[in-house]
T-cell receptor, first 110, second 118 residues
Framework: GEDVEQSLFLSVREGDSSVINCTYT??????LYWYKQEPGAGLQLLTYIFSNMDMKQDQRLTVLLNKKDKHLSLRIADTQTGDSAIYFC??????????FGTGTQLKVEL | GAVVSQHPSWVICKSGTSVKIECRSL??????MFWYRQFPKQSLMLMATSNEGSKATYEQGVEKDKFLINHASLTLSTLTVTSAHPEDSSFYICSASLGQGFSTDTQYFGPGTRLTVL
């Protein structure tokens, strides 16, 4: 099956930028998503990018897509303590389901 | 907009009993709803996809007789864990989509239900 990989943990200081990386294997991916999950809660859609784009910016969030390398990243500018959560990337390719990454736990320290 | 609720948020039950979890789309009609399972510190695993008025499509390895899904209306889907056992303890999350279940239709997620089976 398709595979989506993320690093497990990232720690940053408040005010710094965070970059969360994701790699995927499905070359037919059409949309790629970033979701945020806070403890004990469901997933909140943060942003998504269509596969024919290489960058999308939405306030403090910047998504970069390198389709050739199948690499997706999420940059959070001016990271705040409220950004501490688990971040999942997900790809939508052929078929009718999303494939989620393993999740990256972001810890923001004062 | 696009709010999805789940009820209950947390349930503890005895082994052998059945538990029903509800998933509702509050401000839109969801043609398709998805049920996921998430183990601690792991990603989401899709269990099944359901379209209103038709039988759910289960992922490989998911027992359809154990995890009964009913999608009776465009705003409500239910997941019933029958004869629950401790290994069924998990975090169950539903999502709802406006579309026909194609992966490019954005999914909106519920807050999840924590099931603990003693």
């Amino acid at each position: 099956g398709e595979d989506v990989e993320q690093s497990l943990f990232l720690s940053v200081r408040e005010g710094d930028s965070s970059v969360i990386n994701c790699t995927y294997t499905d070359s037919s991916s059409t949309y790629l998503y970033w979701y945020k999950q806070e403890p004990g809660a469901g997933l909140q859609l943060l942003t998504y990018i269509f596969s024919n784009m290489d960058m999308k910016q939405d306030q403090r969030l910047t998504v970069l897509l390198n389709k050739k390398d199948k690499h997706l990243s999420l940059r959070i500018a001016d990271t705040q303590t409220g950004d501490s959560a688990i971040y999942f990337c997900a790809e939508a390719g052929g078929g009718n389901k999303l494939t989620f990454g393993t999740g990256t736990q972001l810890k923001v320290e004062l | 907009g696009a709010v999805v609720s789940q009820h209950p948020s947390w349930v503890i039950c005895k082994s052998g009993t059945s538990v029903k979890i509800e998933c509702r789309s509050l401000d839109f009609q969801a043609t398709t709803m998805f049920w996921y399972r998430q183990f601690p510190k792991q990603s989401l695993m899709l269990m099944a996809t359901s379209n209103e008025g038709s039988k759910a499509t289960y992922e490989q390895g998911v027992e359809k007789d154990k995890f009964l899904i009913n999608h009776a209306s465009l705003t409500l889907s239910t997941l019933t864990v029958t004869s629950a056992h401790p290994e069924d303890s998990s975090f169950y999350i539903c999502s709802a989509s406006l579309g026909q279940g194609f992966s490019t239709d954005t999914q909106y997620f519920g807050p999840g239900t924590r099931l603990t089976v003693l």
